[in-house]
């Protein structure tokens, strides 16, 4: 079983920053990629950023050159620094990823989310 867990959420004023983490954990055998997605009230979830295991990036037009997705394989571990955030980034952030488990192969995994809070 895989378990993703975020953190770092929280209430920052705008252009302020944060670094979200998420950690994944359980019967990994290989990570292929992480990313962050996120969902404001009423609206459908969107993808942020991703990342692979090799470094290979992708960013949604509305955050590059603000946010930067990072990833330690050491550690399972996704990153997701967020600066010079605006209103408009206030949402949940949700992690995901692809992961081959040594049980069920390769399969999806999603976290339950951190809040994001952007406000003066």
């Known amino acids: 079983q895989v378990q993703l867990v975020e953190s770092g959420g929280g209430l920052v004023q705008p252009g302020g920053s944060l670094r979200l983490s998420c950690a994944a954990s359980?019967?990994?055998?290989?990570?292929?990629?992480m990313g962050w997605y996120r969902q404001a009230p009423g609206k459908e979830r969107e993808l942020v950023a991703t990342?692979?295991?090799?470094?290979?990036?992708n960013y949604a037009d509305s955050v590059k050159d603000r946010f930067t997705i990072s990833i330690d394989n050491a550690k399972n571990t996704v990153y997701l620094q967020m600066n010079s955030l605006k209103p408009e980034d206030a949402a949940v952030y949700y992690c995901?990823?692809?992961?081959?488990?040594?049980?069920?192969?390769?399969?999806?995994?999603w976290g339950k989310g951190t809040l994001v809070t952007v406000s003066s």
């Open positions: 990342i692979t295991s090799g470094g290979s990036t």
């Open positions: 359980g019967s990994i055998f290989s990570i292929e990629n």
């Open positions: 995901n990823a692809a992961i081959y488990s040594s049980d069920v192969g390769l399969r999806g995994y």
